[in-house]
């Protein structure tokens, strides 16, 4: 039986774990109930715990009618089929994560992944495009699609945060102060900002301008998809400004002249351990989110992309550059 927990505001915690370490370990979904008697749930945990999702949604006598997908991860789907099974709810993404996996696919058809495999050839690019196809084919179908930066599902508002996922989501109640904030924040790490091939999708600047945006808010209370509350969401969003600045340095660091992005990956110092060591989705998941850092050097104009994946860094003040961009995010005006 999964663990349910009674949260404050008509928020149920529903902590589903993963079967065979696929994943984190564990994921939060969670039930919103409305006066009505109708139910939002957000997010549906691992394909492997879908029938204890189910479990738990009757043990609640839910009447689950919408299901928000913070964004498409495995760990946030995987249930669904279980889901629409059991109550035939609609289900809702944003349509920029829709865009942004349409994306992947051609993208693992063009130059980049081969210039990523003539760069080296340790890299397990077959065992990740494996596990990518995998993935890619396990997407719920009849999926509706939310637009804009505000929606609003069963009373609650689904708000745009991009930058772990082009299409990320949060569902916010101003009524309680409450944030499902998904994997936007996370309180014992910091969360994962991928580069997408999406025509126009800054990753990190995004990101960094969707803290400042839910931040804002001034929720009492965030609740992520991974780990217990967040109480003190400015703290977190400072902390986690600093940490991008470090990593953006930490990344400049290792581009001279044409340097790979496997070169610059694997001087950066990886939470997990040092890029050799990495598993391959860990690996996958590091060069991802070197892209991201690059592509916003790229966009204060100090570093230059040679060819596919080979990049340079330009002469001047590289830190004052970076620290000014970012204090332009952290104010509102960029």
């Known amino acids: 039986m999964a663990e349910i927990t009674d949260m404050a505001g008509g928020v149920t915690k529903i902590l589903l774990r993963s079967e065979g370490g696929v994943g984190p370990g564990s994921v939060n979904a969670y039930l919103l109930r409305s006066g009505s008697g ?15 999702l189910v479990e738990a949604l009757d043990a609640l006598g839910a009447n689950v009618q919408d299901v928000v997908l913070t964004h498409a991860h495995i760990d946030h789907i995987g249930g669904v089929e279980a889901v629409r099974r059991r109550f035939s709810p609609h289900l809702w993404m944003h349509t920029r994560e829709a865009k942004g996996l349409a994306a992947v696919k051609r993208w693992v058809e063009g130059p980049h992944l081969a210039a ?10 077959g065992e990740i495009l494996r596990i990518l196809g995998a993935y890619l084919r396990s997407l719920p179908q009849g999926v509706r699609l939310l637009g804009g930066v505000t929606s609003h599902i069963g009373g609650w508002e689904v708000i745009h945060t ?3 996922t082009p299409g990320h989501v949060c569902v916010y109640s101003r009524s309680s102060g409450i944030l499902l904030s998904g994997d936007h924040v996370l309180p014992d790490t910091t969360t994962n900002i991928a580069y997408y091939p999406l025509a126009g999708y800054e990753p990190l600047r995004e990101y960094l301008s969707s803290l400042v945006l839910v931040e804002r808010l001034r929720p009492r209370l965030a609740l992520p998809s991974h780990g217990g ?31 790979s992005l496997i070169e610059v990956s694997s001087g950066v110092s990886w939470s997990k351990g040092a890029f050799g060591e990495l598993g391959p989705i860990d690996k996958w998941l590091a060069l991802l989110e070197a892209l991201a850092h690059i592509e916003f050097l790229k966009g204060v104009g100090i570093v230059v992309e040679e060819q596919p994946l080979v ?8 830190q004052q550059v970076i620290s000014d961009a970012l204090r332009r995010i952290r104010g509102g005006s960029a």
């Open 311 to 318: 990049y340079s860094r330009r002469g001047g003040e590289a």
């Open 116 to 125: 990523l495999r003539c760069q080296s050839t340790a890299f397990e690019l």
């Open 38 to 52: 109708e139910s939002v749930l957000v997010d549906t945990g691992y394909n492997s715990s879908g029938v204890v």
């Open 229 to 259: 509350p967040i109480t003190d969401l400015p703290g977190l969003v400072e902390r986690l400004f600093r940490h991008h600045e470090n990593r953006l340095l930490e990344v400049l660091a290792n581009i001279s002249t044409r340097s």
């Open 162 to 164: 991009p930058g772990h």
